[in-house]
């Protein structure tokens, strides 16, 4: 007994500091992501609010570039973008990189106006990495990275895009059959639903 009770004590810190998981329920299949809550915690935190509250079930990956990105989380399934809280502080200055496989937050010009649109990167992408406090050197903040489902993911890179109309306006590169983001919810640290069995 004091044996096992040593064992899981010697546990409990890696148990302690395990990052958050949540997997995205797709049209094209289940995608698990970890999340870098010690190198990007409000974005981390802002990314977890909208999970907790249901925001990103039902939105589309919006746009798709083939050996760039797929970028989702802000327009609902009729293509009208979502009401979202306000913009967070751009932490792209956290030594992560927009590497393959990673999680970034999408923004305007503006380096600190992201909200909920989040994207994956098909390809390291070092153009988009932090370079310096100014206008072009801010880059997109890196905040997780796809720990299963990468192949879903390259499946959406290669879906037929064309332009349509997202909340009115003309867009490029959006999926001629949409791929919705059915669920997203987080995981315990065995990987289930900790809502747990409905």
Not at 124 to 141: I, Q, V
Request: aromatic letters at 8%; charged letters at 20%; zero cysteines.
């Amino acid at each position: 007994m004091r044996v096992l009770a040593t064992a899981l004590l010697a546990l409990l810190p890696t148990l302690l500091l395990a990052n958050p998981q949540v997997r995205l329920e797709t049209s094209a299949g289940p995608v698990t992501v970890e999340l870098y809550e010690d190198k990007a915690p409000q974005t981390v935190a802002n990314f977890l609010k909208y999970v907790d509250d249901g925001f990103y079930d039902g939105t589309q990956f919006h746009r798709v570039i083939r050996g760039f990105m797929i970028q989702g989380g802000g327009f609902d399934q009729s293509g009208q973008r979502k009401a979202t809280r306000p913009p967070i502080q751009n932490e792209a200055e956290n030594g992560l990189k927009n590497d393959r496989g990673t999680l970034a937050m999408a923004r305007t010009g503006n380096p600190h106006s992201a909200t909920a649109q989040f994207f994956i990167n098909l390809v390291d992408n070092g153009n988009l990495d932090f370079s310096g406090k100014n206008p072009r050197g801010w880059g997109y903040a890196v905040f997780g990275k796809v720990t299963d489902g990468m192949s879903v993911v390259d499946n959406i890179a290669r879906e037929r895009t064309t332009s349509q109309r997202l909340n009115g306006m003309l867009a490029r590169d959006v999926p001629e059959v949409p791929i919705l983001i059915t669920r997203a919810y987080r995981l315990d640290s065995a990987g289930e639903d900790e809502k747990g069995a409905q």
